[in-house]
């Protein structure tokens, strides 16, 4: 059972991979991964249900906040670590033939990791809250997305000290004007 999950799996990714999320149909699917239909149904709703099951297999769409006094973004350097080891999964996922939507929950669960953060210190969250965390999850996947699709070589320490040098004087200067 789980090794039929993980071909449907291995097959949507290896599809996405040659022509995009929103060119492939449940027929490329089943075809790639030589299951029968009713197989496929009965381990997955749609292609939306097996792209969402692979977010499952990677840990860094879930970081953990920081938990260090004054520390920003602990998550960035062990996401960027997670990723060159996932590397062709990730740029399935989140690079430009995504088709999207997993960009958007990847977002969502960071959006959700930034906000505690920035909310925690001192126990007030700054009036601009929103726009803070926008700005920081844009930051960081835009400098994901680049990595994954091969625009840039850096290394994940280097994208981490980019990533930290860009948004931290920012994030810091606003916070402290709560």
């Known amino acids: 059972m789980r090794r039929t999950r993980r071909i449907v799996q291995e097959a949507l990714v290896a599809l996405i991979l040659e022509k995009g ?6 027929t490329d699917i089943i075809e790639r991964a030589d299951v029968g239909r009713s197989t496929f149904y009965s381990h ?3 292609k939306q249900d097996v792209l969402f099951s692979n977010l499952d297999e990677l840990g860094f769409l879930h970081p953990e906040p920081s938990t260090g006094p ?4 602990a998550f960035s350097l ?3 670590e997670h ?19 997993v960009l958007a929950r990847g977002e969502q669960l960071l959006a959700a990791v930034v906000r505690h953060e920035l909310s925690a210190p001192g126990g007030r969250a700054p009036d601009s809250l929103d726009l803070l965390v926008t700005c920081v999850v844009g930051a960081f996947m835009g400098l994901l997305r680049s990595w994954v699709d091969g625009e840039t070589s850096a290394s ?23």
């Open 21 to 26: 999320y929103d060119a492939v149909s449940v």
């Open 44 to 46: 997955f709703t749609d």
């Open 70 to 73: 004054g520390e920003l973004f």
């Open 78 to 80: 062990p996401m960027f």
């Open 83 to 101: 990723v060159r080891e996932q590397r062709q999964l990730v740029r399935a996922l989140l690079g430009r033939r995504s088709g999207g939507l």
């Open 156 to 178: 994940p320490a280097e994208l981490d000290a980019a990533f930290r040098a860009a948004v931290g004087p920012g994030v810091r200067a606003a916070l402290d004007q709560r």
